[in-house]
C-alpha cells in the first residue's frame, strides 16, 4: 500500500502542475474593460472538491503520515522508494546468484563415476 500510495501522491501533483498549465495556456491573465484599462485576472483554482477527496482519502488511509507538498517532494519521494528498491533487488539477486554458483560447485563434483550398488532381493 507504501508503494502505492508514494506513485498516487505523484500522480495527484502531477494533474495538479498540469492543471495550472493548462489555465496558464487557455485563460487570460488580464481582462481590458471598456475604459481600456487592463484587470488582472486571478486564474481559476484547482477544482477544491477534488483537492478535499484528496485530503480525506490520505486522512483516513495514512492519518500521521505526511503528505508532499507540491510535485518536487512527491518526486523525490518516488525516487527514494525506487532507489531503495533496487538495493533489496541487489541484494537478492546478489544471494541467488551466490547460490546457484554453489549448486554449480556441488554438479561439478558430482559427474565423476561412482560405485553402483545393488539392492538384495
Not at 503520515?65 to 519521494?77: I, N, Q, V
Request: aromatic residues 8%; contains cysteine.
Amino acid at each position: 500500500m507504501d508503494y502505492f500510495l508514494t506513485y498516487f501522491h505523484r500522480f495527484y501533483w502531477m494533474k495538479r502542475e498540469q492543471w495550472h498549465v493548462n489555465i496558464a495556456a487557455t485563460e487570460p491573465m488580464a481582462v481590458i474593460d471598456e475604459s481600456g484599462d487592463t484587470t488582472a485576472v486571478e486564474p481559476p483554482r484547482f477544482p477544491a472538491d477534488i483537492e478535499a477527496e484528496y485530503r480525506e482519502c490520505m486522512r483516513h488511509l495514512r492519518k500521521s503520515a505526511p503528505l508532499p507538498k507540491d510535485l518536487t517532494e512527491a518526486e523525490k519521494a518516488v525516487e527514494q522508494m525506487e532507489q531503495q528498491l533496487k538495493e533489496k533487488l541487489l541484494l537478492a539477486s546478489g544471494s541467488a546468484d551466490e547460490e546457484e554458483e554453489e549448486e554449480d560447485e556441488r554438479r561439478v563434483l558430482d559427474r565423476g563415476l561412482h560405485q553402483i550398488t545393488e539392492e538384495e532381493e
